[in-house]
């Protein structure tokens, strides 16, 4: 029956063919990326990353209830390239607004109504986690210095005078890396993050403080916390002058304080508070009061909010719908404002209040009017893996109202494998899925050993074990699934982004499980990707891995490049030529590969696309190239054209 009770005749059709309202063009064109949400006063900001503005990043401003009004105008985008990942590309303080602007890396002062100024040189360096210092007349913000040609960039925290006038002044070197740098509210005190090669900041990060004195710089600096095997998160004061911040001691990432006579912890659960720090200005909690934090809480791979009392420890639960969080959190005026979703909500900008749990949506991600009835729920679960351990996972079957498969057929199943690999998929709504639910397809996201969300020691089961831990993780669920008849064992395909991609190709040169497979700017040769990579990445594979060079063979043995001839799938691999992370021969070693093996495979390329995919053209291609190389593989007639990929050496019929 359709929504007004009237009969409706469901057609007929093979898994894989039936026709869907969600198609690639919705979804570019009512979808927008948010995030680093930031309050000045009563104004909120975000930023809003457009594909429709060929991936442009705006900042964004609500003022109280007035409809919201954008601030970076047409030829800028307020994006910082620091760890290329970069976050924290903006400050704003009584209505004035600092940006790193993307094409020239430079940060710009922008007035209130004004047009943006440039108050960095024209030279290469990037910017980004900049704090504003009233009382100092600056911002305090991490510096990346390309300007040695050949060696790797340095990282410092500088100090830039708010006009520009003077040249930045270093307050803090000699490490690898630095983040975070937060004023006390006095001013009179810094506190900042860094840490050293090999460590990524989610396996060791140190926290520091140190007094400013009168010119400016620091002194009596000293280290509160953290070190090579404790990861230390979003360092915050309270308005009483107390250093609070998240610390994975104890396995999970919990909530401490640091005050004159030491840490103490705030509270303690089996749960995270935190999450990887992949980009800058990332937040999981934020302060109503010096007795109140309102936090974010990861467990089970699915998140909630919460209110912590600091004095007592108490956690109280916010009831919400909400169950994906992004690592962006502000509060004002009793709520919470964050980006959240749910199974049945995309990811939207809302401010929750959190006495009562309601939500005003002040921005949705997606403004895609879609049919209920079309959307595929997902299931969470649990299946044992290799080594009795367990891992976890969450399934979408195939729904759409119009239609029944024939009598006894199973669906073909699509296994995704997440990026980082220490990242983690939500149960949120994303039309992505949704795009292959509504088509037939069965959809599994694995949160597989070495995602972050349950805990340390899961985290750590990558530890030298990347491209095994991963790939057995991604079989064993569709097997989990297979064997208990939900899906095809004959049509499984497994899909992948940046690390995803070199779990897919690992997945298809070390097993004969997947029938296919798709690489989205996927790792080929794990001893190129060593050497070729940007700095905050470059020494990540020392833990995955092993040591360089010492481990060599083990990093030529789970190189898909090495192991070409196990191919038994057809394979397409997705790439942007201007990706610094996963550079486009990472692709192109494999495609060529493959084409002298006389192995089905196809290469799709985009100028103008670095890591991850921000034009709405080259998405919409993605999405549909993907689809028709499986209609191909697996044998199905779409139901609308979509632009075709050529596929080489692919057998007929």
């Given at each position: ?46 930023v809003e990353q457009r594909p429709t503005e060929g991936g442009r990043y705006v900042i964004v401003r609500r003022r109280g209830h007035d409809k919201p009004v954008d601030i970076t105008p047409a030829g800028f985008n307020a994006r910082t390239r620091v760890h290329e990942y970069g976050g924290g590309a903006y400050a704003v303080a009584k209505g004035t607004v600092w940006f790193s602007n993307d094409s020239d890396q430079r940060l710009y002062r922008q007035d209130d109504g004004g047009k943006p100024k440039p108050i960095t040189p024209e030279v290469k360096m990037r910017y980004g986690d900049a704090v504003v210092d009233g009382s100092g007349g600056r911002l305090i913000c991490v510096r990346e210095d390309h300007r040695a040609s050949g060696s790797q960039a340095v990282n410092t925290l500088v100090a830039i005078e708010l006009e520009g006038r003077k040249q930045a002044t270093v307050l803090v070197q000699g490490n690898d890396f630095y983040s975070s740098p937060r004023l006390s509210p006095s001013g009179s005190h810094l506190a900042w993050l860094t840490w050293n090669h090999p460590n990524m900041p989610w396996d060791g990060t140190e926290l520091w403080v140190a007094e400013i004195d009168e010119s ?438």
């Open positions: 029956m359709d929504r007004r009770g009237t009969p409706t005749r469901q057609r007929l059709a093979p898994y894989g063919s039936w026709r869907s309202p969600i198609s690639a063009d919705l979804i570019v064109a009512g979808t927008v990326g948010l995030g680093q949400l930031k309050l000045d006063r009563d104004d909120l900001y975000w400016g710089g620091l002194r009596a600096q000293r280290k509160v916390a953290g070190g090579t095997d404790e990861s230390i998160f979003q360092p915050e004061w309270s308005e009483d002058g107390v250093l609070y911040f998240m610390s994975d001691r104890t396995n999970w990432w919990n909530l401490y304080r640091w005050r004159h006579q030491g840490v103490e912890p705030v509270l303690q659960i089996e749960a995270d508070l935190a999450t990887p720090q992949w980009t800058l200005g990332m937040s999981t909690y934020a302060f109503e009061s010096e007795a109140r934090i309102v936090c974010q809480v990861r467990s089970g791979g699915v998140a909630r909010l919460a209110a912590i009392d600091t004095q007592s420890g108490h956690l109280e639960n916010i009831e919400t719908s909400y169950t994906a969080l992004a690592a962006s959190i502000q509060l004002s005026a009793g709520k919470a404002i964050t980006i959240a979703g749910g199974p049945s909500e995309p990811m939207q900008l809302v401010a929750v209040d959190i006495g009562t749990g309601r939500a005003e949506v002040v921005r949705r991600s997606s403004e895609v009017p879609v049919d209920p009835t079309y959307l595929s729920i997902p299931e969470t679960f649990e299946f044992p893996t290799t080594g009795e351990k367990t891992a976890h996972a969450f399934y979408y079957a195939p729904r759409n109202p119009d239609y029944v498969p024939p009598e006894g057929a199973l669906p073909p199943l699509i296994v995704m494998a997440h990026g980082g690999p220490t990242g983690a998929v939500s149960n949120a709504l994303n039309l992505e899925d949704q795009y292959w639910t509504s088509r037939g397809f069965g959809y599994l996201v694995v949160n597989y050993g070495g995602s972050s969300g349950f805990g340390r020691e899961y985290r750590q089961r990558l530890n030298h074990q990347w491209g095994v831990v991963d790939v057995d993780d991604c079989v064993n669920a569709a097997r989990y699934l297979a064997d208990r008849g939900r899906v095809d064992a004959n049509r499984i395909a497994i899909t992948g982004g940046s690390a995803g991609g070199y779990t897919v190709l690992r997945a298809l040169t070390s097993t004969d499980f997947f029938k296919a497979g798709a690489s989205h700017f996927g790792i080929s040769d794990l001893e190129v990707f060593h050497s070729d990579t940007h700095k905050f990445e470059s020494m990540y594979d020392q833990n995955l891995i092993g040591p360089w060079p010492e481990a060599r063979a083990v990093y030529r043995e789970r190189s898909a490049i090495h192991s070409v001839d196990r191919i038994t799938a057809p394979v397409i691999l997705f790439q942007g030529l201007e990706d610094k992370i996963v550079p486009p021969n990472q692709a192109e070693l494999i495609v060529a590969a493959l084409k002298r093996k006389r192995l089905p495979v196809a290469y799709v390329a985009f100028e103008g696309e670095q890591h991850g995919f921000r034009i709405a053209k080259n998405i919409k291609r993605s999405i549909d190239g993907e689809l028709y190389f499986y209609s191909r593989v697996f044998g199905f007639e779409l139901p609308d054209p979509v632009e075709p990929v050529e596929i080489d050496n692919l057998p007929s019929g």
